[in-house]
């Protein structure tokens, strides 16, 4: 069965970029958003297999996106991603819950790392 997937970033680029690469590599993007906020209320109707989250987003930054995911899901696969690729922010993610985190621009190493949640 496919894995689903929801993106929240609040650059159409990234999202646009990030869902042909899913997309490409077997997993099915059933959702998007642009800000934490929306991310947060999208996966509480959805309740994607995968979260992909930025961490600079309007309204809800990624962290306390992930924070409020996690709150409602302990289980919720979240994997933050972020140009802001500083140590700090690092173990802060995977301490909220986050099961990894990937720097940008290297969007091609999310497909190993959801792969590795699931197979």
Same mark, same amino acid.
């Given at each position: 069965?496919?894995?689903t997937v929801l993106?929240a970033?609040d +650059?159409?680029f990234?999202?646009?970029?990030?869902?042909?690469?899913?997309?490409e590599?077997?997993?099915?993007?059933?959702?998007e958003?642009a800000?934490?906020?929306?991310a947060v209320t #999208?996966y509480?109707?959805k309740?994607?297999d995968? /979260?992909?989250?930025d961490l #600079?987003?309007?309204?809800l930054n990624?962290?306390d996106?992930?924070r409020?995911i996690?709150?409602?899901d302990p289980?919720?696969?979240?994997?933050i991603? +972020?140009?802001?690729?500083?140590?700090r922010l690092?173990i802060e993610?995977?301490k909220?819950?986050a099961?990894?985190? /990937?720097?940008k621009?290297?969007?091609s190493?999310?497909?190993p /790392?959801?792969?590795?949640?699931?197979?």
């Open positions: 069965m496919c894995k993106i970033d +650059s159409k990234s999202r646009n970029l990030i869902r042909g690469l899913v997309s590599n077997g997993f099915k993007v059933i959702a958003a800000d934490g906020r929306s #999208t509480q109707k309740r994607a995968i /979260v992909l989250l #600079t987003m309007p309204i990624g962290l996106a992930l409020e996690i709150h409602y289980s919720a696969k979240v994997i991603y +972020s140009a802001m690729g500083q140590k690092i993610a995977l909220l819950g099961k990894d985190f /990937v720097v621009p290297h969007f190493e999310l497909i /790392v959801m792969r590795k949640l699931f197979w």
